[in-house]
Nanobody, 124 residues
Framework: QVQLVESGGGLVQAGGSLRLSCAASGRTFSMGWFRQAPGKEREFVAAIRWSGGFTSYADSVKGRFTISGDNAKNTVYLQMNSLKPEDTAVYYC????????????????????WGQGTQVTVSS
């Protein structure tokens, strides 16, 4: 069982930046970030696969968000720049124990473990 601990959420003005962190208690093959806004379904944000350094982003965050991490420390980061009010959501860290395709990693099915979530609020 892998436990995930997220940190770094908070309140920021539009145009500002935040950096989320997520530490896993054990080895993972890939890690990702999802988010859920009030009244909406949880959606994919970004993913990273340690082997080969593959990364993937949702269209809505491309060019603004950057996922990175340290495989040796089982830690993933999400640098969020140029934040918009529509980025307001609870952000969830996820980790994959299995080896999944790039497409699957953009869906919840690509992950085996989930964090508790951290709130990000962007004011206009």
């Amino acid at each position: 069982q892998v436990q995930l601990v997220e940190s770094g959420g908070g309140l920021v003005q539009a145009g500002g930046s935040l950096r989320l962190s997520c530490a896993a208690s054990g080895r993972t093959f890939s890690m990702g970030w999802f988010r859920q806004a009030p009244g909406k379904e949880r959606e994919f944000v970004a993913a990273i696969r340690w082997s080969g350094g593959f990364t993937s982003y949702a269209d809505s965050v491309k060019g603004r968000f950057t996922i990175s991490g340290d495989n040796a420390k089982n830690t993933v980061y999400l640098q969020m720049n140029s934040l918009k009010p529509e980025d307001t959501a609870v952000y969830y860290c996820a980790a994959a124990w299995g080896i999944y395709s790039a497409v699957v990693l953009t869906t919840e099915k690509g992950y085996d473990y989930w964090g508790q979530g951290t709130q990000v609020t962007v004011s206009s």
